[in-house]
């Protein structure tokens, strides 16, 4: 949960998907691992279970008895990009911090845009934004490049296709 609220519950279930695509490291090819996105999973009957709990199983190992390696291969899975470079350098606590600055600088600067150069739009977007809850936006993997692209488009529109 990113707030005491019960409507403030995080996915995390896309966000385990997500961190066990970015950190899989199996023997496939660089090719394959980059368009089937495979990732680990942990299998109990002959079904696999929630990912997040395949991230907090404290005996997750390649190798161990009921892990699987599955792939998800129907879209292109571009966070992946970022991901890896970011798994790399941080953990999920301080990239889920990051992305919130990140993504509350670029709100700051569209609603200073909206108040400068369009100013009747200024109280709405304010008030949709609240609406958004953005502390869960912010600590959303899954949730977060969606937001980043309506946040660009919405500076470039604003500002006449400048950042």
């Known amino acids: 949960m990113a707030l005491p609220l019960s409507f403030s519950q995080l996915d995390n279930y896309t966000d385990a998907l997500i961190l066990l695509e970015s950190g899989y490291d199996g023997d496939e090819s660089l090719i394959d691992k980059a368009l089937l996105n495979y990732h680990y999973e ?3 009957d002959g079904s696999n279970v929630n990912p997040y709990y395949t991230i907090i199983d404290d005996k997750f ?3 161990a008895e009921g892990f699987q390696s599955l792939f998800y291969p ?12 970011l798994l790399f350098l941080f953990n999920l606590h301080q990239i889920r911090w990051i992305n919130f600055f990140l993504q509350s ?3 700051l600067y ?10 009747q739009m ?3 977007y304010l ?3 609240g609406m958004l809850l953005p502390t869960v936006i912010g600590q959303s993997l899954q949730m977060s490049d969606i937001y980043y692209i309506a ?7 604003v500002n006449g296709g400048t950042l």
């Open 42 to 44: 942990k299998m109990e």
């Open 61 to 63: 190992e390649k190798t």
């Open 74 to 85: 129907r879209y292109w899975h571009g966070y992946l990009i970022f991901m890896k470079p």
């Open 105 to 107: 600088a670029l709100t």
């Open 110 to 119: 569209l609603l200073y845009l909206l108040y400068h150069k369009l100013r």
């Open 122 to 124: 200024f109280i709405p």
């Open 127 to 129: 008030f949709s934004y």
């Open 151 to 157: 946040l660009i488009v919405s500076i470039l529109v």
